[in-house]
């Protein structure tokens, strides 16, 4: 018994000892992970447009730091295949292509309907109801721009789709969904200046029908209509360069169908 209290008294159970516990102390961030995460949020929020050459001396001069810590964190967007080293050693937002299209259509379809799939019955009744504000929000930036520029409606868009997509539950499918936004991001802004506001329809459309199915808890519906919301923006800088590059290959055509 003696020594069983012994134990007790040394680690501290139930003998009213209140010591401070030992922990591991917490390293700041590094630079380069801000460098990174900042560059990659960028990318992801739209914020350079395709073919855009990003020299390290100026994106060092605009986060305020030294070149290392950018050069670090361009080689890792490089090999993430967000970005793509230039012979001068500069770094370039990949240009549109159709097959590079066609790509990401498939893969965001495919990986982000799964996760649209998946938040379905997990979704309560609030997180709804924070969506329909989100779609609310993405229509007053629509309706804003020219008076403000693009990046509160990409904002908006982003917020929406990364709510729904985080209430998945999966931590294998956000890293990849992010992944995908990180090459699409300049892809959705080319997009977005594409679109006539006044003319086609909306953004908020597709996003409105996304949210009524699955209020209805109809995950087939919402990922149909994802496909749609989609399609709307791959669809439209396709048929741009449909005009001037010639039709798609017919291997590649079941990548555009709506399903």
């Known amino acids: ?19 401070p516990v030992v922990l591991t102390p917490v390293a700041r961030e590094t630079v380069q992970t801000q460098v990174y995460r900042e560059l990659r949020r960028a990318l992801m929020h739209g914020r350079f447009t395709p073919g855009q050459v990003l020299t390290i001396v100026d994106l060092a ?11 670090d964190a361009l080689s890792r967007l490089i090999s993430e295949q967000a970005l793509e080293a230039m012979p001068n050693r500069s770094v370039r937002v990949p240009l549109i292509s159709v097959e590079r299209l066609v790509d990401l259509r498939r893969a965001r379809t495919l990986i982000e309907g799964e996760a649209l799939a998946l938040a379905t019955p ?12 989100a779609v609310s929000d993405y229509d007053a930036a629509i309706a804003a721009r020219g008076v403000c520029d693009i990046e509160e409606e990409l904002d908006a868009n982003y917020g929406f789709h990364m709510s729904l997509y985080i209430a998945s539950g999966s931590s294998i499918l956000m890293p990849i969904i992010e992944s995908l936004w990180l090459q699409s991001g300049p892809i959705i802004r080319a997009a977005t200046l594409a679109f006539d506001p006044t003319s086609t329809v909306s953004g908020p459309h597709y996003h409105s029908e996304i949210v009524e199915a699955l209020e209805a ?17 791959f669809d439209l800088l396709i048929s741009q360069l449909q005009a001037s590059e010639g039709p798609v290959p017919s291997a590649q055509k079941g990548g555009l169908s709506h399903g």
Not at 1 to 19: E, K, P
Not at 61 to 71: E, Y
Not at 219 to 233: F, H, K
Request: charged share 25%; glycine share 6%; aromatic share 0%.
């Open 61 to 71: 001069k605009s986060l305020n730091t030294s070149t290392m810590p950018v050069r």
């Open 122 to 133: 997990r979704l309560a009744l609030a997180d709804l109801a924070s969506a329909r504000g």
């Open 1 to 19: 018994m003696r020594q069983a209290a012994a134990v007790i008294r040394r680690h501290g159970a139930d003998t009213g000892d209140h010591s």
């Open 217 to 233: 808890r109809n995950s087939a519906a919402a990922r149909q209509a994802l496909e749609r919301d989609i399609g709307r923006a």
